[in-house]
């Protein structure tokens, strides 16, 4: 069973728009969320995280939301860059130097000029 | 700057082979980690290791084995290579960060069984 999900496989934006992600989880024990991003026939590289004692952490362009009683957190990319274009990937793991990471399916994004 | 190194691209083997991917990082790690990425399934955990000679099973083992020998190196094998084994492998490693556990990713091994 899936504790990470990420709906709506594929995204097309506007260049200069907000790209919006959304990411689900089950596991309530989760307390840490990252996010990756990965370009075709290259490995994912880490983008973002936050801890769950957050709502929001920032980073340049990019912002992660996370809502605990919701159990879902989302990326913001603003404003969107062609060089965004990519899949993302949501992952989650529970207590601090857990290091296995439970996985979403990834968000293809497309950045259109 | 961080590497992570997987030995092959692109690799075809037959059905029945034993198949050996390797992976090596510069960055003297504890955790090193084999996932699979297939379509519509995203990353799959098939092992991991947070030390020499340690290993964990992930989410799908099943027809795999693992071997840390080094701290650097750690490798994937797949004793008898089936045509559902094809996929893109990727080897990770880590370190704890305060914000969560970063992977750093290689390019990716894209095996091909036949």
């Known amino acids: 069973d899936q504790q990470v999900k990420q709906n709506s496989p594929s995204l097309s934006v506007q260049e200069g728009r907000i790209s919006i992600l959304n990411c689900d989880y089950t596991?309530?024990?989760?307390?840490?969320f990252l996010w990756y991003k990965k370009y075709p026939a290259e490995g994912p590289t880490f983008l973002i995280s936050i801890s769950s004692i957050k709502d929001k952490n920032e980073d340049g362009r990019f912002t992660v939301f996370l809502n605990k009683s919701a159990k879902h957190l989302s990326l913001h990319i603003v404003p969107s860059q062609p060089g965004d274009s990519a899949v993302y990937f949501c992952?989650?793991?529970?207590?601090?130097?857990?290091?296995?990471?439970?996985f979403g399916k990834g968000n293809q994004v497309v950045v259109i000029p | 700057d961080v590497k992570v190194t997987q030995s092959s691209r692109y690799l075809v083997k037959r059905t029945g082979e034993k198949v050996f991917l390797e992976c090596v990082q510069d960055m003297d790690h504890e955790n090193m980690f084999w996932y699979r990425q297939d379509p519509g399934l995203g990353l799959r955990l098939i092992y991991f290791?947070?030390?020499?000679?340690?290993?964990e099973k992930g989410d799908i083992p099943e027809g795999y084995s693992v071997s840390r020998e080094k701290k650097e190196r750690f490798s994937l094998i797949l004793e008898s290579a089936s045509t559902n084994q094809t996929s893109m492998y990727l080897c990770a490693s880590s370190f704890w960060s305060g914000g969560g556990e970063k992977l750093f990713f290689g390019s990716g091994t894209q095996l091909s069984v036949l």
């Open positions: 596991n309530s024990m989760f307390d840490y």
């Open positions: 992952a989650a793991s529970v207590g601090e130097g857990n290091n296995r990471l439970a």
């Open positions: 290791s947070y030390d020499v000679k340690m290993k």
